[in-house]
């Protein structure tokens, strides 16, 4: 067998810093290039064959992965919070991060996340973006209430965002002067454009031939509606990598740590370590969920008589990750064995 090259990369906007090292731990190589592409296909030609390279999870992890991975025996992604427990010192520079990744890939060490393909990580920022116009409308929304209560102008708050009832609000209102309504003529233009482009990108993601079976499959689950289902399948990506439903749970940012020391045990609030974009949305739908589901309104009502409504809504959402954890482990449709209606929130 040819002796096997390590790499560690320490990754940077502008810089890479590497360091190479043979089977024995020997120096090979370490230095500096430029984040491009060019530069990383002048720097692999100087590479030994074969090589293996690992690296920290960063924001800009997902193109350097992909553009090295054709050309890599094998290439792994280390978890930021597992790597610095591991490889803490005294001393830091962009040099000896890249020794330690380095050494800890070469001596098996390397806590290794998972990296989603490329075709879930694209699509993952398309919802993600999408994301970010739902939050940026209901801020121009909240702002066009806060225009009209600092001028004093008494609305509907329930009927406000209605097409029909702003045109008549700001045409009938004699308290509304031009400089308002121009204000507010501006907020309603950007509330209806981000709307339109937000539900442009749900639509070409359910329509994604990747999604499309599988997302059909989730929305099966009483409760579980597009955006539900969509978010599940492109943060999650393969299903096989949780080994149960404890650690999907735990991933999902469902429970709190636990702190033991002797007799004692003390558990923490929810933890933070965990992907915001599942939490929030499956506790969202764990809102929504008792109306549609009685086997969850039941299982709400419980955990609420023994705390509160929200160590309740937090049941039923580990609950919602059972369901979809079976319905997309098993690629099967969600069997309902009761009067439960499908009817999505």
Same mark, same amino acid.
């Given at each position: 067998?040819?002796?096997?090259?390590?790499?560690?990369?320490?990754?940077?906007?502008?810089?890479?810093?590497?360091?190479? #090292?043979? =089977? @024995?731990?020997?120096?090979? &190589?370490?230095? /500096?290039?430029?984040?491009? $592409?060019?530069?990383?296909?002048?720097?692999?030609?100087?590479?030994?064959?074969?090589?293996?390279?690992?690296?920290?999870?960063?924001?800009?992890?997902?193109?350097?992965?992909?553009?090295?991975?054709?050309?890599?025996?094998?290439?792994?992604?280390?978890?930021?919070?597992?790597?610095?427990?591991?490889?803490?010192?005294?001393?830091?520079?962009?040099?000896?991060?890249?020794?330690?990744?380095?050494?800890?890939?070469?001596?098996?060490?390397?806590?290794?996340?998972?990296?989603?393909?490329?075709?879930?990580?694209?699509?993952?920022?398309?919802?993600?973006?999408?994301?970010?116009?739902?939050?940026?409308?209901?801020?121009?929304?909240? #702002?066009? =209430? @806060?225009?009209?209560?600092? &001028?004093?102008? /008494?609305?509907?708050?329930? $009927?406000?965002?209605?097409?029909?009832?702003?045109?008549?609000?700001?045409?009938?209102?004699?308290?509304?002067?031009?400089?308002?309504?121009?204000?507010?003529?501006?907020?309603?233009?950007?509330?209806?454009?981000?709307?339109?482009?937000?539900?442009?990108?749900?639509?070409?993601?359910?329509?994604?031939?990747?999604?499309?079976?599988?997302?059909?499959?989730?929305?099966?689950?009483?409760?579980?509606?597009?955006?539900?289902?969509?978010?599940?399948?492109?943060?999650?990506?393969?299903?096989?990598?949780?080994?149960?439903?404890?650690?999907?749970?735990?991933?999902?940012?469902?429970?709190?740590?636990?702190?033991?020391?002797?007799?004692?045990?003390?558990?923490?609030?929810?933890?933070?370590?965990?992907?915001?974009?599942?939490?929030?949305?499956?506790?969202?739908?764990?809102?929504?969920?008792?109306?549609?589901?009685?086997?969850?309104?039941?299982?709400?009502?419980?955990?609420?008589?023994?705390?509160?409504?929200?160590?309740?809504?937090?049941?039923?959402?580990?609950?919602?990750?059972?369901?979809?954890?079976?319905?997309?482990?098993?690629?099967?449709?969600?069997?309902?064995?009761?009067?439960?209606?499908?009817?999505?929130?």
């Amino acid at each position: 067998m040819e002796p096997m090259y390590y790499i560690g990369l320490d990754v940077h906007k502008r810089k890479i810093s590497y360091c190479v #090292k043979d =089977s @024995s731990g020997q120096v090979c &190589a370490e230095g /500096s290039l430029p984040a491009t $592409r060019f530069d990383l296909d002048r720097w692999m030609k100087t590479l030994p064959q074969p090589w293996s390279a690992a690296m920290e999870a960063t924001m800009f992890t997902g193109w350097i992965y992909d553009h090295l991975k054709p050309h890599a025996a094998s290439l792994k992604v280390a978890h930021p919070l597992m790597l610095r427990a591991i490889a803490a010192a005294k001393r830091k520079n962009d040099r000896i991060d890249a020794n330690k990744i380095c050494d800890c890939l070469r001596c098996d060490f390397l806590p290794e996340c998972y990296m989603a393909s490329t075709a879930i990580r694209e699509r993952r920022r398309t919802l993600r973006y999408r994301n970010l116009l739902v939050r940026q409308m209901v801020q121009m929304k909240i #702002k066009i =209430s @806060s225009l009209l209560m600092e &001028a004093g102008v /008494s609305y509907n708050k329930q $009927r406000l965002h209605k097409a029909g009832y702003f045109r008549e609000l700001l045409a009938t209102h004699p308290d509304i002067d031009e400089g308002l309504r121009s204000l507010l003529c501006q907020c309603r233009e950007t509330v209806v454009r981000l709307g339109k482009t937000e539900n442009a990108l749900i639509r070409s993601l359910e329509h994604d031939r990747l999604l499309a079976e599988r997302v059909e499959r989730l929305m099966s689950i009483p409760a579980i509606g597009p955006i539900t289902a969509l978010t599940w399948a492109l943060e999650v990506g393969e299903v096989q990598r949780f080994s149960s439903i404890k650690k999907a749970i735990s991933y999902c940012g469902l429970c709190g740590a636990e702190k033991s020391s002797g007799n004692t045990v003390q558990r923490t609030p929810l933890s933070k370590q965990r992907n915001k974009h599942l939490q929030t949305t499956l506790i969202e739908a764990a809102k929504m969920a008792p109306r549609y589901s009685p086997t969850l309104a039941l299982l709400y009502d419980r955990e609420k008589q023994r705390g509160n409504a929200n160590r309740a809504t937090l049941a039923v959402a580990r609950k919602l990750v059972a369901y979809l954890m079976s319905v997309d482990r098993g690629r099967c449709h969600f069997l309902v064995l009761d009067q439960e209606t499908s009817t999505a929130a």
